[in-house]
């Protein structure tokens, strides 16, 4: 089993739709989520940072972890085509590398 | 200020033939991070370093591959010989001086290699 699931979709919506990315992890030690954007033919861009449980807010986007759950989530409200990317969970437990999601891409249409 | 600078942009070779990629760091950052990116398998760590050291290699797939860090700007990482599976996207990231953990990562554009 993978330290870090993540659907690979694609998840196709239609612009002003909520998106809801979703990544589990088994490893309890992790303390640090990160959400990073990957638009196609780029490297990834560091997009939320949130440590510990709970919600981060920042624009259109809302980071969560339940830790109890072992279950992170990134909402995008309002959809734009420009929102079309992979997006990458990532977490680690402090001092060490990044474990990363394989990924979820995501398609708005106009 | 620049980003992470990679080369080449893409490479194409022949199976056996040795591929040499290129990393620059930001000016100001001293950790160094390889990946490589495949649809089937993500993005996976090759090694990472910490002030031009190798803190951990142990997702280099097999000896074929090697990763230097000559000085605190720049680093390289070698397939020789070179073989079809290893085809896929190759990044090199880098994360500030100063920070205690690496979660903030710069990335650069990648080199796309195809081994045929």
């Known amino acids: 089993q993978k330290e870090v699931e993540q659907d690979p979709g694609p998840l196709s919506v239609p612009e002003g739709a909520i998106v809801s990315l979703n990544c589990t992890y088994s490893?309890?030690?992790?303390?640090?989520f990160m959400w990073y954007r990957q638009y196609s033919r780029k490297g990834p861009e560091l997009l939320m940072y949130?440590?510990?449980?709970g919600n981060k807010e920042d624009g259109r986007f809302t980071a969560q972890v339940d830790k109890s759950s072992k279950y992170i989530s990134l909402f995008i409200r309002d959809s734009q085509p420009s929102d079309s990317a992979t997006y990458l969970c990532?977490?680690?437990?402090?001092?060490?590398?990044?474990?990363f999601g394989t990924g979820t891409r995501l398609q708005v249409f106009p | 200020d620049a980003g992470v600078i990679q080369s080449p942009r893409h490479e194409v070779t022949e199976m056996g033939q040795e591929v040499t990629l290129r990393c620059k760091l930001i000016?100001?950052?001293?950790?160094l991070f390889w990946y490589r990116q495949t649809m089937m398998r993500g993005l996976e760590l090759l090694i990472y370093?910490?002030?031009?050291?190798?803190?951990?290699d142990s997702g280099m797939p097999e000896d074929r591959f090697s990763a230097k860090m000559p000085n605190a700007s720049f680093s390289t990482l070698k397939i020789q010989p070179s073989e079809p599976r290893d085809s896929a996207v190759y990044f090199c990231?880098?994360?500030?001086?100063?920070?205690?953990?690496?979660?903030?990562?710069?990335f650069g554009p990648g080199t796309r290699l195809t081994v045929l």
């Open positions: 000016s100001g950052h001293n950790s």
């Open positions: 370093f910490n002030n031009n050291v190798p803190i951990d």
């Open positions: 990231a880098s994360t500030p001086e100063g920070r205690l953990f690496y979660n903030e990562q710069f």
């Open positions: 990532a977490m680690s437990a402090g001092t060490d590398k990044l474990i």
């Open positions: 949130t440590y510990s449980s």
């Open positions: 490893n309890s030690a992790f303390q640090y």
